[in-house]
């Protein structure tokens, strides 16, 4: 006997016939697998949808809404989408490769592995985002913003952090090995414990009132900086450069400062507690006779 026919092909997703400028899709709310590769949606509305493993590769989807929208392991690859707006969204293991995102808002999302790989996010604003290990690597972040997160181990690698914007946020953990710059870039009251800042430029750069013990700022460039009230106790700052940068009541206590330059550095209260300071310069420093310099052996003062 012939072998049994196969089963019918599901009928297509009448809420597809949706897609437009400007379309609502708050009464189609099943879209799980939905294929918007490439479609116009500038300014659709797609809150509270169910839009796991939906491909919108290529769309156009600037002005977009996803308020409480559930987009676990959907793909956005190369997508347009200034100005979205995604609140309370799931995007865990989604993935905005190569998408543009100027301006973008994420208030209250998850990212749990999310993936900007090479996303353009100027201006873009995180707020109250929590997760782990999302992927932001070679991404562009001029002007970025992360305010109140919580994003342990993020992926920074080789992206462009020209004056990002971090505050009462926790980045413990996260790569920012070979970024291109983090040029005027401003930290405050935020955790980067056991982060990885090797090499990076951070000339003018901010970090007032944050935690960095344990990391690695290996020959990183802090010239012009100001780093007030901030911890680094055992951080590696092995050959890092402090030229001019202002370090008022900061802590590098058991840290390893060896071939460190604090060259014109502004020291007022700063504690070099029983810190490695083989070879480490500090050529005019000023506020000298406020730092605590107990146990700081090795260290060349000059000028």
């Not at 997760?131 to 181990?153: E, K, Y």
Request: net charge neutral; hydrophobic share 40%; charged share 20%.
């Amino acid at each position: 006997s012939p072998p049994p026919s196969p089963p019918p092909s599901p009928p297509p997703n009448p809420c597809l016939k949706l897609i437009r400028p400007g379309a609502s899709f708050v009464n189609c709310r099943f879209l799980v697998k939905a294929n918007f590769s490439k479609a116009d949606l500038r300014n659709a509305m797609f809150d509270m949808t169910d839009l796991r493993n939906a491909v919108f590769d290529g769309a156009v989807l600037t002005g977009a809404s996803f308020r409480s929208a559930r987009m676990r392991g959907a793909t956005l690859h190369g997508a347009l989408l200034e100005r979205a707006r995604f609140e309370y969204t799931d995007l865990t293991e989604t993935s905005f490769r190569g998408a543009r995102l100027r301006e973008a808002s994420f208030l209250g999302v998850s990212l749990m592995r999310t993936d900007f790989t090479s996303a353009l996010l100027v201006e873009a604003e995180f707020k109250d985002a929590t997760g782990a290990q999302p992927i932001f690597r070679a991404a562009t972040m001029t002007s970025t913003a992360f305010l109140d997160c919580s994003l342990v181990s993020s992926v920074f690698a080789r992206a462009s952090l020209d004056s990002l914007t971090v505050r009462g946020s926790d980045l413990s953990e996260s790569d920012f090995s070979n970024a291109w710059t983090l040029k005027d870039a401003t930290f405050a009251e935020s955790t980067l414990i056991g982060a990885n800042l090797a090499g990076v430029n951070a000339d003018g750069s901010v970090m007032e009132q944050c935690s960095l013990q344990g990391a690695d700022l290996s020959r990183a460039r802090f010239t012009n900086a100001r780093l007030q009230h901030t911890i680094l106790q055992q951080a590696n700052c092995f050959e890092e450069d402090f030229g001019s940068a202002l370090l008022p009541d900061s802590q590098f206590t058991r840290a390893n400062l060896r071939g460190a330059q604090f060259d014109h550095a502004t020291i007022t209260r700063t504690s070099f507690l029983n810190a490695d300071c083989k070879n480490a310069v500090f050529t005019n420093v000023l506020d000298e006779a406020t730092a605590n310099f107990q146990g700081c052996y090795g260290r060349v003062l000059y000028g």
